[in-house]
């Protein structure tokens, strides 16, 4: 027979197993955090990263996803934007689920963007998708991927938005992947920028923009954000095999100061990674939704 002090601590430890039970399950999951309020915000560093992942394949034509999760690992970023994931795409990424079996095998969140999104060949098997990634060790309050506009038959591209809220500060989180022609970016790059100014708060754009820094259409991101890599004129991140231009690029507004910048080695894509460690300052307390 249970004292009344020994039942109180049996159901004290099963509750404490629950909500760790609870906690776990969130990891790999491309939901949100059921969090519905947070306190005030801590000032905070955060490591953020931006990577085309070349669906996995690295300059060996290798396929080896787990190589470039260890990047990821390695590099001890908190809050990654991806390009180039398949999500059951084909035979080239053997049907995987990437930015799933990324989130899972790092024990993060995630949300995904398809830009391309193709019926799958078998009826019933999951549809054939192409895009974008955000994965992060904080939770994922919310996103939204915007189809940004095109010029005749050329790629779809998109924007994926995420809030994320990190030790109490809400960060606006975007991560693209842009057109190859400069009269497509020019027009994406302004979609950007309005979407963008449609939240207040600190934000990250960060992604393959595929332009160089001295074309016309970056001014346009160059004279709204700040380059995290502005100091760096040769932080070249493509091909990785041998760099030569600069197409990757982290930017944030004026509130996130950047502390360190770095492009990083690595022969697991075809697109050198490039990080930024930031500084969050204290926000107002916030509830779940709210912008």
């Known amino acids: 027979m249970m004292t009344k002090y020994q039942r109180r601590k049996a159901v004290s430890f099963m509750l404490t197993v629950a909500c760790a039970i609870v906690a776990l399950s969130g990891f790999g999951q491309n939901s949100f955090a059921d969090e519905t309020e947070f306190p005030r915000g801590e000032s905070v560093d955060v490591k953020v990263m931006s990577y085309n992942i070349h669906h996995g394949e690295g300059t060996d034509k290798v396929l080896d996803l787990e190589r470039i999760a260890q990047v990821i690992e390695n590099s001890e970023a908190d809050i990654i934007g991806l390009q180039e994931v398949d999500n059951h795409w084909s035979s080239r990424s053997n049907f995987e689920d990437q930015a799933n079996w990324l989130a899972k095998r790092l024990g993060m969140f995630y949300v995904y963007g398809a830009n391309l999104d193709n019926a799958p060949l078998i009826e019933g098997e999951p549809r054939s998708q192409y895009g974008t990634a955000i994965l992060s060790k904080y939770p994922i309050l919310d996103s939204e991927n915007h189809k940004l506009t095109k010029i005749g038959n050329t790629e779809q591209r998109g924007l994926l938005e995420a809030t994320i809220n990190v030790k109490g500060n809400q960060v606006h989180f975007y991560n693209t992947h842009l ?87 690595t022969l697991a894509s075809d697109h050198l990674p490039v990080t930024a460690v930031i500084k969050l300052e204290r926000n107002e307390p916030f509830n779940n939704g709210q912008k």
């Open 179 to 265: 057109a190859l022609t400069s009269a497509e970016r020019e027009i994406q790059i302004r979609e950007v920028n309005e979407l963008a100014g449609q939240v207040k708060g600190p934000k990250i754009i960060m992604g393959d923009l595929n332009a160089k820094p001295e074309s016309p259409e970056m001014q346009l991101m160059i004279s709204n954000f700040s380059d995290a890599f502005a100091d760096q004129p040769t932080a070249y991140t493509y091909s990785s095999i041998n760099p030569t231009v600069r197409i990757d690029y982290i930017f944030t507004t004026d509130n996130i100061e950047t502390v360190n910048a770095e492009v990083i080695q």
